[in-house]
C-alpha cells in the first residue's frame, strides 16, 4: 500500500474535549429544541443500518468522516487557496486543505488536485466553463447508453451551452472505441469526455487519449463511480492519461458529498497560445471563474476519507466490491436474468429487465417496499422513459464495506428475484406485492443487515 496515513500515527495535540462538547451541545439542542427535524436524522440512520443499499452511485462513510462535516470550519468564509485567502483566519483551514490536497495527490499519484468543487457536476462544468467557449463541441458518452447527464445530455448544462455529441456501446455493451475515433475525426471536438454511470466494463482511457490527440482534443475522464478502484489499482487509472479528471467523493471513496479535479503529467504544461499552465487555468476556473468561498468541513472530510482510502482495509474493501459485484452478476445470469455485458469490470452490474415484463420504476419500487435499495437505470436502447426504464442498476459499494461477500450476493440475487417473480404488474408504474412475501423478504433482509452490521455505526432497530 502507499501510505499508513489513515492509521493514528502520530499525536499532534493534548486531547480537547471541546469539540466533543459542542457536537452533544448541538445533538442535545437538536433533540429538546426541534423533534421533529431530529426524528428525521434518526430514522435515516436507522434505515441505513436495516436495509439492504445496493444504489451504486452511493457509499457509506466512517464515523470519522461524519465527525469532521460537523465542525466549527463551516464557520469560515475562506474565498482563494492555501497560502493566497482574500480572508483572514484561515491558518487551519490552509492546514485542512493543504492536507486534502497532498493525500488527494498521493491517492491517486497525481500531480495536481484541487479539492474544493463542491460536486464531481459542479468540478465537470468547472473544467467545461474554464477551458471551453460557449458553443464549443465536445463528445462524450451518450447518456442513454450509459453517459452522464454533465457529458452533453441536452436536459443539462453542458448539452445547452456547448456543442455536444454523444457516442456510444457495440453490440457487446463495451465502448465502441472505434466509432469514437470515427465521429473524433468527423467532428474535431474540441474535448473528448469519458466515464459513465451506468457502464460495468473497465474503461481505456489509454485509447481515449490516443483518440484526443490524433484529433487535438483535450481528454476529460469523470471516474466519479469506479475512483476507488482505480485507487486500489483494480481499474487502469486515467491520472496520465487523461489530461484533467474529475470525480466526486461520495459514490466510492466512502467520503463526503463533494468534488475533486486531478491532473497528471499535463499538470503544468500550456495549451498552445496559452501563458497559464492548465494547473493554474484549472484552480481559476473553480475559483474565481465558477465558485465562491468553499465548503471547508467537506473539505476536511475529504481529507480524512482520502487518508482512509490510502489504508489496507481500503483496498480489501475494493477487491470485495468487485468480486461481489462479480458474484451477484453471475447468479442473476443462472436466475435467468439478462445482464447487460454478460458481467461486470466494476461494482455495476446493470439488469435488464425486458424478459420478465417489469418496468424499471416497478422493481424499483417493489424492492425498496422489501427494504432492498436500488435504482431504476435506463438500458442500452431502452424503449421506455427515463422515468420508467426497462432496468435496475445494482451496486456493491455499500455492502462490500459491510464485510457481505460472495455466499451472501447469491442470497440478494435471490431475495431480489423472489421479489420481481412475486409480483403482480398491473402496469409500467404500479403493481401488487403479498403482503406475505413482504414481510419475509424484509425478515431476511433484516437478518443480514444485523450480521453485517454498518463500521463504527449502530445496529439498526429492524421492525
Ligand atoms: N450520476 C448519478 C448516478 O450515478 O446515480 C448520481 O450521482
Known amino acids: 500500500m502507499k501510505?499508513?496515513?489513515?492509521?493514528?500515527?502520530?499525536s499532534f495535540a493534548p486531547h480537547d474535549p471541546w469539540l466533543e462538547q459542542i457536537q452533544k451541545t448541538g445533538h442535545e439542542r437538536l433533540r429538546t429544541q426541534d423533534p421533529e427535524l431530529c426524528s428525521c436524522i434518526e430514522q435515516e440512520g436507522e434505515r441505513q443500518a436495516s436495509h439492504l443499499v445496493m444504489v451504486a452511485s452511493s457509499s457509506v462513510v466512517d464515523p470519522s468522516v461524519?465527525?469532521?462535516?460537523?465542525?466549527?470550519?463551516?464557520?469560515?468564509?475562506?474565498?482563494?487557496?492555501?497560502g493566497?485567502?482574500?480572508?483572514?483566519?484561515?491558518?487551519?483551514?490552509?492546514?485542512?486543505?493543504?492536507?486534502?490536497?497532498?493525500r488527494a495527490r498521493q491517492a491517486f499519484g497525481a500531480q495536481y488536485a484541487n479539492v474544493q468543487s463542491h460536486s464531481a457536476t459542479t468540478a465537470n462544468y468547472t473544467v467545461l466553463s474554464g477551458l471551453l467557449r460557449p458553443g464549443d463541441r465536445v463528445l462524450g458518452m451518450d447518456l442513454s447508453q450509459g453517459g452522464h447527464l454533465t457529458h452533453g445530455s441536452k436536459a443539462a448544462y453542458a448539452g445547452q451551452y456547448f456543442d455536444a455529441h454523444g457516442y456510444g456501446l457495440r453490440a457487446d455493451g463495451t465502448i465502441d472505441y472505434d466509432g469514437v475515433a470515427r465521429q473524433a475525426r468527423e467532428l474535431s471536438p474540441r474535448m473528448i469526455i469519458c466515464g459513465a454511470t451506468a457502464h460495468p466494463r473497465a474503461i481505456d482511457f489509454a485509447r481515449f487519449r490516443q483518440i484526443g490527440d490524433e484529433v487535438g482534443a483535450l481528454v476529460l475522464a469523470d471516474i466519479s463511480h469506479v475512483a476507488g478502484l482505480v485507487i486500489a489499482g483494480?481499474?487502469?487509472?486515467?491520472?496520465?492519461?487523461?489530461?484533467?479528471?474529475?470525480?466526486?467523493?461520495?459514490?466510492?471513496?466512502?467520503?463526503?458529498?463533494?468534488?475533486?479535479?486531478?491532473?497528471?503529467?499535463?499538470?503544468?504544461?500550456?495549451?498552445?497560445?496559452e501563458k497559464r499552465t492548465l494547473a493554474q487555468e484549472l484552480d481559476r476556473a473553480v475559483f474565481p471563474f465558477s465558485q465562491g468561498a468553499p465548503i471547508v468541513n467537506s473539505i476536511a472530510a475529504k481529507a480524512r476519507a482520502l487518508a482512509l482510502s490510502m489504508t489496507p482495509a481500503f483496498r480489501l474493501t475494493a477487491e470485495r466490491i468487485v468480486s461481489d459485484a462479480k458474484a451477484l452478476a453471475r447468479e442473476l445470469l443462472e436466475l435467468g436474468y439478462q445482464v447487460v455485458s454478460g458481467g461486470t469490470d466494476n461494482h455495476i452490474v446493470l439488469v435488464d429487465l425486458r424478459g420478465c415484463a417489469v418496468s424499471g420504476l416497478v422493481a424499483e419500487r417493489a424492492l425498496e417496499e422489501c427494504h432492498i435499495v436500488v435504482n431504476k437505470n435506463a438500458i442500452p436502447g431502452d424503449p421506455r422513459p427515463t422515468g420508467v426504464t426497462s432496468g435496475i442498476r445494482l451496486g456493491t459499494n455499500t455492502m462490500a464495506y459491510r464485510g457481505l461477500g460472495r455466499p451472501e450476493?447469491?442470497?440478494?440475487a435471490r431475495l431480489i428475484d423472489r421479489v420481481l417473480?412475486?409480483?403482480?404488474?398491473r402496469d409500467d408504474r404500479s403493481y401488487e406485492l403479498p403482503v406475505a412475501l413482504r414481510d419475509e423478504v424484509r425478515a431476511s433482509v433484516h437478518a443480514l443487515a444485523e450480521r453485517f452490521p454498518i463500521p463504527g455505526y449502530p445496529v439498526g432497530a429492524t421492525s
Do not use: W
Not at 66 to 82: D, K, Q, R, S
Not at 91 to 100: G, I, K
Not at 241 to 263: D, V
Open 3 to 10: 501510505s499508513n496515513v489513515g492509521e493514528a500515527t502520530k
Open 421 to 425: 417473480r412475486g409480483l403482480t404488474v
Open 84 to 102: 493566497r485567502r482574500y480572508h483572514a483566519g484561515c491558518h487551519e483551514v490552509d492546514r485542512v486543505e493543504q492536507l486534502a490536497i497532498d
Open 234 to 273: 483494480l481499474h487502469p487509472s486515467p491520472i496520465d492519461h487523461a489530461h484533467i479528471t474529475t470525480t466526486c467523493m461520495h459514490k466510492q471513496l466512502f467520503g463526503p458529498r463533494g468534488g475533486l479535479i486531478l491532473m497528471g503529467r499535463d499538470a503544468h504544461t500550456s495549451r498552445p497560445g
Open 409 to 412: 450476493m447469491a442470497a440478494c
Open 66 to 82: 461524519l465527525a469532521c462535516m460537523a465542525t466549527p470550519f463551516v464557520n469560515v468564509t475562506a474565498e482563494g487557496y492555501p
